[in-house]
């Protein structure tokens, strides 16, 4: 399997605090947002290799980045924008790492801005049992929050039966968490679903589509779930790992 990373957004909504510097490289406590996740990748065994989408602006940063993760081969592409508004989408850039690195293989499908306290390996596992595509969710009591989210409904077998990107009236409580699986057969789908005109946009998009025409399944993740977009949220996030600025 491999794990593939999508760190290439501008960060527009957190410039007021951190201006020209990519969000996946913020520090939150003692370490980066993207650290959290490397860490739980090195953590799954059935990962063989690392990719990372990000831009031209950024491109250096993660590169220097990189240097302090001697213990894990992380491959990184540019993909060659600039700026937001020339940017690919996280569909675009899913497309773009599979394509230059000719990846045949199962993949897990990352956000870089997110972190979580529950292991990511038992997700894995989850598709290791029931060798499906699969997404990520958490149960959110807050209605006025998941109006600002992917909202997904599931049948009895944990199923998707229906998503719904930022809906005004949301008719579930899970909410999409930006990991996803996606077996070595249906990895060819993302090139279909873009040439079909599909959103480039967030990654939930896709599966959107994808859960019309095969099974696509959800994997509950207990605990703590942190997207952080925004100041207010980065501020949380801070106050919880014993941030000091």
């Given at each position: 399997?491999?794990?593939?990373?999508?760190?290439?957004?501008?960060?527009?909504?957190?410039?007021?605090?951190?201006?020209?510097?990519?969000?996946?490289?913020?520090?939150?406590?003692?370490?980066?947002?993207?650290?959290?996740?490397?860490?739980?990748?090195?953590?799954?065994?059935?990962?063989?290799?690392?990719?990372?989408?990000?831009?031209?602006?950024?491109?250096?940063?993660?590169?220097d980045w990189r240097e302090t993760?001697?213990?894990?081969?992380?491959?990184?592409l540019d993909d060659q924008t600039?700026?937001?508004?020339?940017?690919?989408?996280?569909?675009?850039?899913?497309?773009?790492?599979?394509?230059?690195?000719?990846?045949?293989?199962?993949?897990?499908?990352?956000?870089?801005?997110?972190?979580?306290?529950?292991?990511?390996?038992?997700?894995?596992?989850?598709?290791?049992?029931?060798?499906?595509?699969?997404?990520?969710?958490?149960?959110?009591?807050?209605?006025?929050?998941?109006?600002?989210?992917?909202?997904?409904?599931?049948?009895?077998?944990?199923?998707?039966?229906?998503?719904?990107?930022?809906?005004?009236?949301?008719?579930?409580?899970?909410?999409?968490?930006?990991?996803?699986?996606?077996?070595?057969?249906?990895?060819?789908?993302?090139?279909?679903?873009?040439?079909a005109d599909g959103i480039a946009?967030?990654?939930?998009?896709?599966?959107?589509?994808?859960?019309?025409?095969?099974?696509?399944?959800?994997?509950?993740?207990?605990?703590?779930?942190?997207?952080?977009?925004?100041?207010?949220?980065?501020?949380?996030?801070?106050?919880?790992?014993?941030?000091?600025?």
């Open positions: 399997m491999k794990a593939l990373i999508l760190a290439a957004g501008y960060g527009t909504r957190l410039e007021a605090v951190v201006k020209d510097f990519p969000k996946a490289l913020v520090m939150v406590g003692k370490k980066t947002i993207l650290d959290y996740l490397i860490d739980q990748i090195v953590d799954i065994s059935a990962i063989d290799g690392v990719y990372l989408a990000t831009n031209s602006k950024f491109y250096n940063h993660f590169k993760r001697p213990d894990v081969k992380i491959e990184i600039s700026s937001n508004e020339e940017r690919l989408g996280a569909i675009g850039d899913l497309r773009l790492l599979i394509e230059h690195f000719n990846i045949q293989d199962d993949i897990l499908v990352c956000a870089s801005d997110t972190i979580v306290q529950p292991r990511l390996a038992p997700f894995i596992e989850s598709f290791k049992n029931k060798s499906a595509s699969w997404i990520c969710v958490r149960r959110d009591p807050d209605e006025e929050d998941r109006k600002h989210r992917g909202i997904i409904a599931v049948d009895d077998e944990m199923r998707v039966i229906s998503f719904e990107e930022k809906p005004e009236h949301p008719q579930s409580d899970l909410a999409a968490v930006p990991f996803y699986i996606y077996p070595k057969e249906v990895v060819p789908r993302v090139k279909e679903y873009l040439d946009d967030a990654p939930g998009h896709f599966v959107a589509w994808l859960y019309q025409k095969e099974p696509v399944y959800a994997y509950n993740i207990n605990g703590n779930v942190m997207d952080i977009g925004n100041p207010e949220s980065l501020a949380k996030a801070r106050k919880i790992y014993g941030h000091s600025s």
